[in-house]
């Protein structure tokens, strides 16, 4: 078995890495959207940038992004649309402020339940544990792992983060 791993699509390379590499930083959206089940979540928001801190603008919700997980051309994206990734597992549904969603529907999977969520008009999947109990149409409180999310560039589809 290979220790690497090549992504196409259309016949043209987009990444060359180990799984590990592929699943924790896909260089472009399709890499992303392509290694995991479920895929990856991607959300449209602009990054917003305020006296040195950045944060980025999903919907009405405004996140914060620490410092480890911007790095320092970040700056020159203020004000530019991004597609936010993250993978199901690091989305987290508690009762903590977050992104507000409604569940769709569940998804029992044996040892693990898929949460499938509405957020705005923006589709979102969590992973939770399977004694995890949610029903349709509850609002619930959806928080990100901030060192775990992926930005990439709208327009290029490429990695920033």
Do not use: W
């Not at 995991?36 to 959300?43: A, D, E, I, S, Y």
């Not at 977050?98 to 969590?126: F, K, P």
Request: net charge negative; aromatic share 6%.
């Amino acid at each position: 078995m290979g220790d690497r791993i090549v992504v196409m699509k259309d016949g043209f390379i987009q990444q060359v890495d180990t799984p590990q590499m592929l699943y924790d930083r896909p260089a472009n959206i399709f890499v992303a959207g392509f290694i995991g089940t479920p895929q990856m979540n991607f959300l449209s928001g602009t990054v917003i940038s305020e006296g040195g801190d950045y944060k980025l603008k999903l919907g009405d919700t405004l996140l914060e992004l620490t410092p480890e997980t911007v790095p320092a051309s970040l700056g020159e994206l203020g004000g530019r649309e991004v597609v936010l990734g993250i993978r199901p597992e690091d989305l987290c549904i508690s009762d903590c402020e977050g992104l507000r969603a409604e569940v769709e529907v569940t998804e029992l999977m044996g040892n693990e339940t898929y949460v499938h969520m509405l957020y705005g008009s923006q589709r979102l999947i969590s992973r939770v544990s399977a004694d995890s109990s949610f029903t349709p149409g509850q609002e619930v409180s959806v928080r990100l792992r901030s060192d775990k999310i992926h930005l990439f560039d709208k327009q290029s589809s490429e990695r920033i983060v």
